[in-house]
């Protein structure tokens, strides 16, 4: 059993894996910022690009999203808030005109990029576009460096090995 990539600590074929397959949809905001989150860990570049609202709109992006996926390696996703209200929950509010905030969530991810160990944390907003979650936007709240890591550093993935033994590429 391989615990899925987003840190849900459940088995990826019953979380994200499925979703970023197409045989599953997300049911709620944290759900796609989960499986967002595996699909950059895994490199599936047109999940994210499709998942954005207006998919077509990030057509430009794809390239510069590709790049990023390769030269980062995933290590932790840490949810701190979600506003998990149902696609369907939201379309009534929306037509009912109950309310124009965008359900969030409010998270951490920690990655190396070019041997630096970062956490990122975000508030991103999610909308429903032709039945499916999408992302809208997201404020970053902190980019942070972590530490530099050389060869002989505790790997950050926390597998108690070093660097070099573990995460380093």
Not at 17 to 41: D, H, T, W
Request: hydrophobic share 35%.
């Amino acid at each position: 059993m391989m615990l899925c990539l987003c840190g849900s600590k459940q088995n990826e074929n019953a979380c994200c894996k499925r979703i970023v397959e197409g045989s599953r949809v997300a049911n709620f905001p944290e759900q796609l910022m989960r499986s967002r989150y595996y699909s950059y860990a895994v490199k599936n570049v047109n999940y994210l690009c499709n998942t954005y609202t207006s998919p077509q709109k990030v057509a430009s992006l794809k390239a510069d999203i590709s790049a990023w996926c390769q030269q980062t390696q995933w290590l932790k996703l840490v949810i701190h808030d979600a506003e998990n209200i149902s696609r369907e929950e939201f379309m009534q509010r929306a037509s009912n005109a109950q309310s124009s905030l965008l359900p969030t969530v409010t998270f951490s991810a920690f990655f190396i990029v070019d041997n630096v160990y970062c956490q990122m944390s975000e508030k991103s907003r999610f909308t429903v576009e032709d039945n499916q979650w999408r992302y809208e936007s997201g404020d970053v709240i902190e980019q942070i460096e972590i530490a530099k890591l050389t060869r002989n550093s505790p790997c950050p993935c926390e597998s108690g090995k070093k660097y070099k033994r573990c995460c380093m590429r």
